[in-house]
């Protein structure tokens, strides 16, 4: 069915009114479309807004008189409001017109349900999406183009677009209620009440975070000379990947595909480890030089957009620009202040992944070194090597530490030698670990935690058998049985998805409590396991008390009988670059 048959379903009002009361009903879906918008800033104030469209049982409304728009969010106040992506409608309503916060209850996003409908069964959650899964509609989206250009006046067309995109948003909805009660799963709305709800607002009030712009410059010109003098050495161009082939050739090394995974595997001659230092410094000078400035830096901050889920497994997603992909590296984190006269307060939890690990397989030897605050990849390294003598400066520390975090990622044999062996590499041991030491280690490594391996066997057959996986919380991930890594996802999922529902949840609470304290949610970023946020330096110790309690009080929530750590700063950083 076309698009165009979707109003030939409902009564179009005549522009800029409202039916009745008793018409509109108990749920409304809410559009905006605006013009003139930079496509790199959509969730900052740019662009125009042009009209409002409102949806409801048998109706459909559009206001592009913005004089009437006031008066019609207020006769709507008390209904349910249905948005496809509604952290992006909401802010833009809010530059033109007062909205109070909206409770869960009060709010509705279709993008957000079909996630949690339906995660690893669909890879695309769009309207144009729902309105062909559920309506057998196909939304005709190349309009939307016209909306870029600056305008004031809409074209017929143009309304069209506008009244379909809310007719199809609560028609959706309709579609989506339906399909919760045929499945009977009180955790969706569980996690939209406790979780999804809340942070749709929260995520609005997330402060931007303040860069050295001129700190940033000079790296970037940095890496850019560093690159150009990798070249310069390397004498030729090891961007080009015929090129690199023919340099290696030369020194007899043949390779079928220049990427990083199959030269990792050449990693002990000097050329690869140049090559691939080189694609690394080439990276940063691009992704992170001085067009990184030009895009995304707005009176001396970056505001981010956080997309609530942002993945299958429920983490959050950052973008324009992407907070969580910032190199750790302290020059570039270093760059990132606290506001004048602020500190940073940066706070994680300590083995949050192990300490889910431990929970979900409910392994003793696990669940104790926790609760005893033992160095897990330590543990895990005496363990596996069974050597009591070893320690904290041992390099086989390290290689527990790739299984503490490979593990549940599905890490194979081959995957953990081509890890070790760069680490003896990067760290001039001379040593190489074959295919077969790699599988006894990863043997070894179940042999010590039994629980674990039990708990991975029977989530691999809960997976082939019910066909998903949840969290804790009941975060349902479903898996394609012809994808090759489906069996790590039912391992992996309900400890990531986990995990990140337990960060939700601490935000949620820190809200809360900021609120109840007067306190103005200091959050500027969210880096999967890590809460930053900027605060007075008079009061940084009493907020981030607030925000370690909440973390803690997450976990104690969602994760009874494990022992949670949530490491704090001694001393409150200027910058990003270190809690100390």
């Given at each position: 069915?076309?698009?165009?048959?979707?109003?030939?379903?409902?009564?179009?009002?005549p522009y800029n009114t409202l039916p009745s009361q008793e018409m509109i009903g108990?749920?409304?879906?809410?559009?905006?479309?605006?013009?003139?918008?930079?496509?790199?800033?959509?969730?900052?104030?740019?662009?125009?807004?042009?009209?409002?469209?409102?949806?409801?049982?048998?109706?459909?409304?559009?206001?592009?008189?913005?004089?009437?728009?006031?008066?019609?969010?207020?006769?709507?106040?008390?209904?349910?409001?249905?948005?496809?992506?509604?952290?992006?409608?909401?802010?833009?309503?809010?530059?033109?017109?007062?909205?109070?916060?909206?409770?869960?209850?009060?709010?509705?996003?279709?993008?957000?349900?079909?996630?949690?409908?339906?995660?690893?069964?669909?890879?695309?959650?769009?309207?144009?999406?729902?309105?062909?899964?559920?309506?057998?509609?196909?939304?005709?989206?190349?309009?939307?183009?016209?909306?870029?250009?600056?305008?004031?006046?809409?074209?017929?067309?143009?309304?069209?677009?506008?009244?379909?995109?809310?007719?199809?948003?609560?028609?959706?909805?309709?579609?989506?209620?339906?399909?919760?009660?045929?499945?009977?799963?009180?955790?969706?709305?569980?996690?939209?009440?406790?979780?999804?709800?809340p942070m749709i607002e929260i995520v609005q009030r997330f402060k931007g975070f303040?860069?050295?712009?001129?700190?940033?410059?000079?790296?970037?010109?940095?890496?850019?000379?560093?690159?150009?003098?990798?070249?310069?050495?390397?004498?030729?161009?090891?961007?080009?990947?015929?090129?690199?082939?023919?340099?290696?050739?030369?020194?007899?090394?043949?390779?079928?595909?220049?990427?990083?995974?199959?030269?990792?595997?050449?990693?002990?001659?000097?050329?690869?480890?140049?090559?691939?230092?080189?694609?690394?410094?080439?990276?940063?000078?691009?992704?992170?030089?001085?067009?990184?400035?030009?895009?995304?830096?707005?009176?001396?901050?970056?505001?981010?957009?956080?997309?609530?889920?942002?993945?299958?497994?429920?983490?959050?997603?950052?973008?324009?620009?992407?907070?969580?992909?910032?190199?750790?590296?302290?020059?570039?984190?270093?760059?990132?202040?606290?506001?004048?006269?602020?500190?940073?307060?940066?706070?994680?939890?300590?083995?949050?992944?192990?300490?889910?690990?431990?929970?979900?397989?409910?392994?003793?030897?696990?669940?104790?070194?926790?609760?005893?605050?033992?160095?897990?990849?330590?543990?895990?390294?005496?363990?596996?090597?069974?050597?009591?003598?070893?320690?904290?400066?041992?390099?086989?520390?390290?290689?527990?530490?790739?299984?503490?975090?490979?593990?549940?990622?599905?890490?194979?044999?081959?995957?953990?030698?081509?890890?070790?062996?760069?680490?003896?590499?990067?760290?001039?041991?001379?040593?190489?670990?074959?295919?077969?030491?790699?599988?006894?280690?990863?043997?070894?490594?179940?042999?010590?935690?039994?629980?674990?391996?039990?708990?991975?066997?029977?989530?691999?057959?809960?997976?082939?058998?019910?066909?998903?996986?949840?969290?804790?919380?009941?975060?349902?991930?479903?898996?394609?049985?012809?994808?090759?890594?489906?069996?790590?996802?039912?391992?992996?999922?309900?400890?990531?998805?986990?995990?990140?529902?337990?960060?939700?949840?601490?935000?949620?609470?820190?809200?809360?409590?900021?609120?109840?304290?007067?306190?103005?949610?200091?959050?500027?970023?969210?880096?999967?396991?890590?809460?930053?946020?900027?605060?007075?330096?008079?009061?940084?110790?009493?907020?981030?008390?607030?925000?370690?309690?909440?973390?803690?009080?997450?976990?104690?929530?969602?994760?009874?009988?494990i022992v949670w750590t949530v490491s704090s700063p001694k001393e409150f950083p200027?910058?990003?670059?270190?809690?100390?």
């Open positions: 069915m076309s698009s165009s048959q979707l109003l030939k379903q409902v009564t179009v009002l108990s749920h409304v879906a809410i559009d905006t479309e605006l013009t003139g918008m930079n496509e790199e800033k959509l969730h900052r104030p740019t662009g125009n807004l042009i009209c409002v469209t409102m949806s409801g049982v048998g109706w459909v409304t559009l206001f592009d008189d913005m004089s009437k728009v006031q008066s019609a969010l207020n006769a709507v106040q008390e209904k349910r409001w249905i948005f496809h992506n509604a952290p992006f409608d909401l802010f833009h309503l809010r530059r033109w017109f007062n909205i109070d916060e909206r409770s869960p209850d009060k709010l509705w996003d279709t993008m957000i349900f079909e996630r949690l409908l339906w995660s690893g069964y669909y890879t695309s959650f769009s309207l144009a999406d729902l309105a062909r899964r559920y309506l057998k509609v196909v939304l005709d989206k190349k309009v939307r183009e016209q909306f870029s250009k600056k305008g004031s006046v809409l074209t017929n067309e143009q309304r069209i677009y506008a009244m379909e995109d809310a007719v199809a948003t609560y028609m959706s909805w309709e579609y989506q209620v339906r399909q919760i009660d045929l499945r009977k799963d009180d955790n969706i709305y569980k996690l939209w009440n406790e979780i999804e709800g303040s860069i050295l712009s001129d700190k940033w410059e000079e790296m970037a010109e940095k890496n850019e000379s560093i690159k150009n003098a990798l070249a310069n050495k390397l004498g030729f161009n090891p961007g080009s990947p015929k090129q690199v082939k023919d340099a290696l050739a030369k020194q007899g090394i043949i390779v079928f595909s220049t990427q990083e995974s199959d030269l990792l595997d050449f990693i002990h001659h000097d050329i690869v480890k140049k090559i691939l230092e080189y694609r690394k410094t080439a990276k940063l000078a691009s992704t992170y030089g001085k067009k990184f400035l030009h895009r995304f830096v707005e009176n001396g901050k970056i505001f981010s957009h956080y997309w609530t889920v942002g993945a299958d497994s429920g983490r959050m997603a950052s973008s324009n620009p992407n907070l969580q992909n910032i190199p750790s590296d302290k020059n570039f984190r270093g760059c990132f202040v606290a506001s004048l006269g602020n500190v940073l307060g940066i706070y994680d939890y300590h083995q949050q992944e192990p300490c889910i690990t431990a929970f979900e397989s409910q392994d003793q030897a696990l669940i104790d070194a926790i609760a005893n605050h033992r160095d897990l990849h330590l543990e895990t390294a005496i363990r596996v090597f069974k050597d009591e003598s070893i320690t904290k400066d041992d390099y086989r520390r390290f290689l527990g530490k790739i299984l503490n975090l490979g593990i549940t990622y599905g890490l194979g044999p081959a995957a953990l030698r081509r890890q070790v062996n760069i680490y003896y590499s990067e760290n001039n041991i001379d040593m190489s670990m074959g295919y077969r030491e790699a599988l006894d280690l990863i043997k070894a490594y179940f042999e010590s935690y039994p629980g674990i391996d039990e708990w991975s066997k029977h989530q691999k057959w809960l997976g082939e058998h019910q066909g998903y996986v949840t969290t804790a919380m009941g975060r349902r991930r479903y898996l394609n049985p012809y994808s090759f890594n489906w069996k790590n996802i039912t391992v992996n999922d309900p400890i990531q998805g986990g995990a990140a529902d337990q960060v939700k949840l601490a935000i949620v609470m820190f809200d809360k409590a900021c609120k109840a304290s007067g306190i103005d949610l200091p959050i500027v970023a969210v880096v999967h396991d890590e809460i930053v946020i900027d605060v007075p330096k008079e009061s940084a110790k009493s907020i981030g008390g607030i925000l370690q309690h909440c973390m803690e009080a997450a976990g104690h929530k969602l994760y009874p009988g200027i910058s990003w670059a270190g809690k100390d």
